[in-house]
């Protein structure tokens, strides 16, 4: 028996190394965001940055530990047995949950997740032993009352006894509070600085930057030394006495010097003090998120490891009656366990590629110019704008015009910075400074009151309080970015219930299936983290792809690329006509969906070029105004194509997925006919647009001719068939659909043909 408990422990802790890749992978955007949107220095120099900042901040985890232990629940009221069940649910369900959210570039919480997971499976287990039999309950009273744990053997326990709800609530009301926090003082913080410095910061800070940097450093410090080293395990209790009761002097010194000794880098040696301030905050925030986050990941394996330890020392324990007194105290962390936690999310943040597709989706939702927006707008995105415009323009009216077109000029955007840049910076380095110093010091404070804050929330909420005074959020954006914010704050809460449900029943599959369902979710859980890879990683693939067929343009090979786009997707839509007629004739559904599929990806990347195209034509500082708009007009004539195309195999995917009544031979035959003289008219377009020969026009025309007269003859037929009653009503919706989407291709082809050739000819 003691042997399975020690390779649960052995599975704890597996779990605990995977949970860190796919929590680290997650959290990495709470102190990247700032470093990577400024671009204030290269990416492998801002992870060597974070990656010393975590290093130093697991040795200041110990603390925190206990949270896992005996903040959620009493430890004390469950045995060995159904312990290590409770932490074994909370892991797997953990790395499932995070996996998740990471595979679709979300950033969630790992401290709610942790925090609903250990209530749910504690809930759980406790429903479980409540439900025991009257002898079990008899017993499990005896030892409460003989340990103190309740005044009388008659006592009623339910299950409030088991939680600890004080201590749960305390912790659940501070990541709710830290969110309204983080936003209201990341908005107020960043509107003062923007009113100090504006857009145009270079000069004042100059003169005043070692003000600034003062300022920022001397928080950095407070949270470091003050906060940061409270929970440290290597401080001793003299040490940290001193520096509690000495705080405000260290502060005065601190501002002043390096008020001082910032001015004079920066005077003396032109040292940029933001760029100072927000590597060196990247570094405090690493090292908070070190500091707070670590217990979501690896606490609870060593809470399993702490009750273990008890079993192996208790000679002749009962796993199942084993009381877990001993958790309820206070417990050492392992210096040795800290480090290498540290070791593997350093590794993470090195290699992880999707840390940087969550740090992606904070980016783009903070990031200073409008582009292309992930989210789509709501209703309620939608009123609030509206609702602040109302508002914006009431205050007009009160405030006096002088002081209004004064404040305004503050917030005038300035380009000079980064004009020219083809990869340019997201936001500016005053307000990445903001971010990253509001973040530490909010995070700092519930680290110091052992209450494990959201790092996410926090830095993902003073990111868009931040954005919102900087104006970022302007009309062209604000609906799109209000709904990213909705989302991400709509999926936080998701977190929160899904973790809760989650962990409640595996800890029942757990008990009641035994080593059998331990085994089970394990191999799950390998397949999904495995599968959600694959799948993470071919769309990185896609919108590398996507992204390169505009950001890859510039007025040398804009020809070959477009010609390499178009050429391309006929090729393809030449193919899937071919495969819808196929599959419609076999009734291959499976067939029909993976024709869907390519069609829908092809949509997808014409779209996206579609929706930049003003990217590529500023690009293109010479090309002529009559090549542009032919190149706009050969795009809208693309992607009307694919429409068609689109729309012809939707239909018939839903048809024989339906399972209706198959297509009669007669018209399987009159498409057939159809499709051969659709690829005559594609591929005549296709050859032309590769060779850049477009002397094949008449051809075309006449090809085009008979393939219209070909659908007009069997749209007559298909009328008589009607009247004659030999097919049914969705026979005749599916068939003139295909009919009419198959016309509108072959008039788009041809419209493709020609704007092509005037795109090509007024390039040349």
């Known amino acids: 028996?003691?042997?399975?408990?020690?390779?649960?422990?052995?599975?704890?802790?597996?779990?605990?190394?995977?949970?860190?890749?796919?929590?680290?992978?997650?959290?990495?955007?709470?102190?990247?965001?700032?470093?990577?949107?400024?671009?204030?220095?290269?990416?492998?120099?801002?992870?060597?940055?974070?990656?010393?900042?975590?290093?130093?901040?697991?040795?200041?985890?110990?603390?925190?530990?206990?949270?896992?232990?005996?903040?959620?629940?009493?430890?004390?009221?469950?045995?060995?047995?159904?312990?290590?069940?409770?932490?074994?649910?909370?892991?797997?369900?953990?790395?499932?949950?995070?996996?998740?959210?990471?595979?679709?570039?979300?950033?969630?919480?790992?401290?709610?997740?942790?925090?609903?997971?250990?209530?749910?499976?504690?809930?759980?287990?406790?429903?479980?032993?409540?439900?025991?039999?009257?002898?079990?309950?008899?017993?499990?009273?005896?030892?409460?009352?003989?340990?103190?744990?309740?005044?009388?053997?008659?006592?009623?326990?339910?299950?409030?006894?088991?939680?600890?709800?004080?201590?749960?609530?305390?912790?659940?009301?501070?990541?709710?509070?830290?969110v309204a926090m983080a936003f209201i003082v990341g908005a107020a913080v960043q509107y003062v600085a923007r009113l100090i410095f504006s857009f145009n910061y270079k000069k004042r800070m100059r003169w005043f930057g070692g003000l600034w940097g003062g300022l920022a450093f001397t928080a950095i410090t407070y949270f470091i030394v003050i906060k940061g080293a409270k929970s440290a395990a290597f401080m001793s209790a003299d040490v940290k006495l001193w520096m509690q009761t000495h705080t405000m002097q260290i502060m005065v010194y601190s501002f002043i010097l390096w008020t001082v000794f910032l001015q004079l880098l920066n005077w003396l040696f032109k040292v940029n003090i933001l760029k100072t301030i927000v590597l060196v905050g990247t570094f405090s925030l690493a090292l908070a998120f070190a500091g707070n986050d670590l217990v979501n990941f690896i606490g609870v394996p060593i809470a399993g490891y702490n009750a273990y330890e008890v079993f192996a020392h208790t000679a002749g324990a009962n796993p199942n009656t084993l009381p877990m007194l001993a958790l309820g105290g206070k417990v050492a962390t392992p210096i040795s366990f800290l480090l290498l936690a540290g070791l593997v999310m350093v590794l993470t943040l090195a290699f992880s590629k999707k840390a940087k597709s969550v740090i992606k989706t904070s980016v783009d939702l903070s990031r200073q110019d409008a582009g292309d927006e992930r989210f789509k707008s709501t209703t309620i995105s939608k009123t609030l704008v509206r609702s602040s415009i109302n508002f914006s323009k009431g205050l007009k009216r009160i405030v006096p015009a002088k002081l209004s077109i004064a404040i305004n000029r503050q917030f005038e955007p300035y380009s000079d910075e980064v004009e020219g840049q083809e990869d340019a910076p997201a936001f500016d380095l005053i307000r990445a400074s903001v971010t990253l110093v509001v973040a530490s010091l909010l995070i700092a404070l519930g680290t110091s009151l052992t209450l494990p804050l959201s790092t996410t929330y926090v830095t993902f909420m003073v990111a868009m309080g931040a954005s919102l005074s900087d104006k970022a959020w302007d009309r062209e954006s604000a609906v799109y970015r209000i709904s990213g914010v909705f989302s991400v704050i709509g999926g936080w809460f998701l977190t929160a219930f899904v973790a809760f449900t989650a962990a409640f029943i595996v800890v029942y599959l757990f008990y009641y299936g035994g080593d059998i369902a331990i085994l089970g979710l394990l191999l799950l859980i390998a397949y999904l983290v495995y599968r959600s890879h694959k799948v993470h990683n071919k769309r990185v693939k896609e919108n590398e792809q996507v992204g390169e067929d505009v950001y890859g343009v510039t007025k040398e090979n804009v020809s070959e690329r477009f010609l390499a786009l178009v050429a391309g997707n006929l090729k393809k839509v030449i193919r899937e006509y071919r495969h819808t007629i196929d599959g419609l004739e076999t009734e291959d559904v499976k067939k029909l969906k993976k024709t869907k599929k390519a069609i829908d990806e092809m949509a997808v990347r014409t779209k996206y070029v579609k929706d930049h195209i003003n990217v590529v034509i500023e690009r293109l500082d010479e090309m002529s105004i009559d090549s542009g708009s032919f190149l706009v007009q050969a795009m809208d004539y693309m992607r009307e194509m694919i429409h068609s195309i689109s729309f012809l195999t939707g239909p018939a995917l839903e048809h024989v997925d339906n399972n209706h009544k198959p297509l009669i031979p007669e018209q399987i035959e009159e498409l057939r006919h159809l499709s051969e003289h659709m690829e005559t008219v594609l591929k005549i377009t296709l050859e032309s647009i590769i060779k850049e020969d477009y002397s094949t026009q008449n051809e075309l025309l006449a090809e085009q001719a008979k393939a219209l007269r070909h659908i007009e003859v069997n749209r007559k037929n298909q009328i008589q068939r009607i009247k004659k009653k030999l097919v049914g009503t969705r026979n005749s919706i599916l068939f003139l659909n295909l009919l009419d989407e198959s016309k509108n291709l072959l008039l788009q082809a041809v419209n493709l043909f020609k704007a092509q050739r005037d795109f090509v000819n007024n390039s040349k």
């Open 1 to 178: 028996m003691e042997t399975f408990y020690l390779i649960l422990v052995g599975v704890l802790f597996l779990l605990a190394i995977s949970d860190l890749v796919v929590g680290v992978s997650n959290d990495a955007v709470n102190f990247l965001n700032s470093a990577v949107g400024s671009k204030v220095a290269s990416f492998k120099v801002i992870i060597i940055v974070a990656a010393l900042g975590v290093l130093v901040g697991t040795v200041f985890s110990s603390g925190m530990m206990e949270v896992a232990r005996k903040g959620i629940f009493h430890p004390q009221m469950f045995y060995f047995s159904e312990i290590m069940l409770i932490f074994l649910a909370v892991m797997t369900t953990d790395i499932i949950m995070l996996d998740t959210f990471n595979t679709f570039a979300l950033p969630t919480s790992t401290t709610v997740s942790i925090v609903f997971e250990l209530l749910g499976a504690a809930v759980g287990m406790a429903s479980i032993k409540l439900m025991a039999t009257p002898e079990a309950m008899a017993s499990f009273k005896q030892y409460l009352f003989e340990h103190h744990l309740i005044e009388n053997i008659n006592q009623t326990i339910n299950l409030g006894s088991f939680i600890n709800s004080a201590k749960a609530l305390a912790i659940i009301s501070g990541i709710l509070f830290s």
